[in-house]
Nanobody, 126 residues
Framework: QVQLVESGGGLVQAGGSLRLSCAASGGPFNNYAMGWFRQVPGKEREFVAVISWGTGGVMHYADSVKGRFTISRDNAKATVYLQMNSLKPEDTAVYYC??????????????????WGQGTQVTVSS
């Protein structure tokens, strides 16, 4: 069972940037899509971004972050990143990374992801 550990969250002013990291260990990484999701209290977890397995040539983004966030992966380090620019107060949430449950398959639904990390808090002040 792969373990995922997120880092890089924090407090930032609107318009600022943060880079989240998610390090995987204890299980296969290269041939699984990886995703970032976020959740605020009282709301369902929502999709942010996904990157395909292998070289990560396919990325999908939620409309709310398109053009501001970039997902990437480094298979040699078994790590996936989320570069977040032009942050807005509405980006405030706990951010989670997760590994897709299916080998060499890429989708965006949270139901298709397992092995969730513990989450990292991102707070954007206005």
């Amino acid at each position: 069972q792969v373990q995922l550990v997120e880092s890089g969250g924090g407090l930032v002013q609107a318009g600022g940037s943060l880079r989240l990291s998610c390090a995987a260990s204890g299980g296969p990484f290269n041939n699984y899509a990886m995703g970032w999701f976020r959740q605020v209290p009282g709301k369902e977890r929502e999709f942010v971004a996904v990157i395909s397995w292998g070289t990560g040539g396919v990325m999908h983004y939620a409309d709310s972050v398109k053009g501001r966030f970039t997902i990437s992966r480094d298979n040699a380090k078994a790590t996936v990143y989320l570069q977040m620019n032009s942050l807005k107060p509405e980006d405030t949430a706990v951010y989670y990374c997760a590994r897709h449950i299916r080998y060499k398959f890429t989708t965006t639904s949270s139901r298709d992801f397992g092995s969730w990390g513990q989450g990292t808090q991102v707070t954007v002040s206005s």
